[in-house]
Nanobody, 114 residues
Framework: HVQLVESGGGSVQAGGSLRLSCAASGYPYCVGWFRQAPGKEREGVAAIRSDGGRTYYGDSVKGRFTISQDNAKNTVYLQMNNLQSEDTALYYC???????????WGQGTQVTVS
């Protein structure tokens, strides 16, 4: 069983930065970040594999967002730089114990860019 707790959301002006954290228990193999804005479909933002740290990014965030992990703290981070209004969304952390599909989800943390 995997449990995920996100933190670090908030409000920021355009061009600013935020770092989201996902505390993950249960040793997931792959952890990803997703986001969903009102009236829009859920979008994959980034993902990281625990074996070697291979990362994946959505096209809309490449070059601005960085996903990383601290295995000692069982935490995955999403560093978001140069935030824009279109990044405003509810951000979710998701995980799976064996591959990069997602069957465990956190409660979400709101990011608002004005």
């Amino acid at each position: 069983h995997v449990q995920l707790v996100e933190s670090g959301g908030g409000s920021v002006q355009a061009g600013g930065s935020l770092r989201l954290s996902c505390a993950a228990s249960g040793y997931p193999y792959c952890v990803g970040w997703f986001r969903q804005a009102p009236g829009k479909e859920r979008e994959g933002v980034a993902a990281i594999r625990s074996d070697g740290g291979r990362t994946y990014y959505g096209d809309s965030v490449k070059g601005r967002f960085t996903i990383s992990q601290d295995n000692a703290k069982n935490t995955v981070y999403l560093q978001m730089n140069n935030l824009q209004s279109e990044d405003t969304a509810l951000y979710y952390c998701a995980a799976h114990r064996y591959y990069c599909g997602y069957n465990y989800w956190g409660q979400g943390t709101q990011v608002t860019v004005s």
